[in-house]
């Protein structure tokens, strides 16, 4: 975007639906990041991913629908349309990921500590810009640099907590060793699995 400020102008119509169509591809990428974040949690616990499969896909098309519902009004103002969509995404967004961390605590899901610093950097940003969206669709003239300044600052703090979660070093778990009784029936269960598949062999050969 600076670099198209530079060549058409700030007050350009091009610089001006650039502007709002890069914020409707960062929504989208946000959106896949808490799709991932979701993801990665719930892919140890196959009984806790379909419990995620059910509650999060529901809360978030109602929260979407309504999104849909309150910008429609607004559709031929583009910037109030895109702030109140953003602000009802950006509130989808953040309960979405509510929803997520209260369900793994719930659960007893073991939730690796760079994933929290990540889903807390994004829940931060969802919940300052419903505040910040919400004063700026009130107050859009008088508010609209005040409005790029903090959204600037809520990003930069974002950003910070993601480095700390980061720099965050994971404890590497110790190497589970089975009991020697264990692998005393895995190799059993190996050695009658082998002949079972030589009985069903043979009985194939006798039908022939």
Known sequence: MFGLYRIAGYNSFTAFYSYWFTQVVELCLRVASIGELAWV????????????????PGVAM?????????????????????LILERELEL???LVLCVLLVLSRRYD??????????????????L???????ISQARFNSTLRVWAV?????????ALIWLIGLWKTEPVPPRRTLPEDVERQREAMTEGAKAMDKIMERLRRFRR
């Open 150 to 158: 903090l959204r600037s600052a809520s990003f930069c703090v974002s």
């Open 109 to 126: 899901v073991e939730v690796q500590a760079r994933v929290r610093y990540l889903a807390a950097g994004l829940l931060f940003y969802s």
């Open 62 to 82: 109602a929260l979407l629908l309504r999104a849909g519902l309150m910008a429609a009004p607004r559709a031929m103002f583009l910037p109030g349309f895109v």
């Open 41 to 56: 949690v719930s892919r140890p616990y196959p009984g806790f991913r379909l419990v995620l499969k059910w509650v999060l």
């Open 92 to 94: 989808a967004a953040a």
């Open 128 to 134: 300052f810009q419903v505040a910040n969206n919400a």
